[in-house]
Nanobody, 118 residues
């Protein structure tokens, strides 16, 4: 059974930093792509950052230069280091996995709330 568990959210002032974690189990972690998404109230869920099985990252334009995605293979965990946070980064952040390139994202975590105050 695949499980994804996010943690690390919280309340931070604009300009501050947070590090989100997503612990994965029940999947061949080293061979899947992982991603971070977010959903703000009243808005659609949007892609934030992804990391391929080979470690290649990619980012939404809105977070480039501020967020960094990494993966820790021994710990089956991915991280999202967020700095220079803005009020518009406020959202519930979710991690997801994709086991086949180009396929839909397969499993999702329960989300962690990030709130950035101005």
């Amino acid at each position: 059974q695949v499980q994804l568990r996010e943690s690390g959210g919280g309340l931070v002032q604009a300009g501050g930093s947070l590090r989100l974690s997503c612990a994965a189990s029940g999947m061949p972690f080293s061979s899947v792509a992982m991603g971070w998404f977010r959903q703000a109230p009243g808005k659609d869920r949007e892609f934030v950052a992804g990391i391929a099985s080979n470690g290649t990252p990619r980012y939404a334009d809105s977070v480039k230069g501020r967020f960094t995605i990494t993966r820790d293979r021994p710990r089956n965990t991915i991280f999202l280091q967020m700095s220079g946070l803005k009020p518009e980064d406020t959202a519930v952040y979710y991690c997801a996995d994709r086991r086949v390139p180009g396929a839909d994202w397969a499993s999702w975590g329960q989300g962690t709330q990030v709130t950035v105050s101005s």
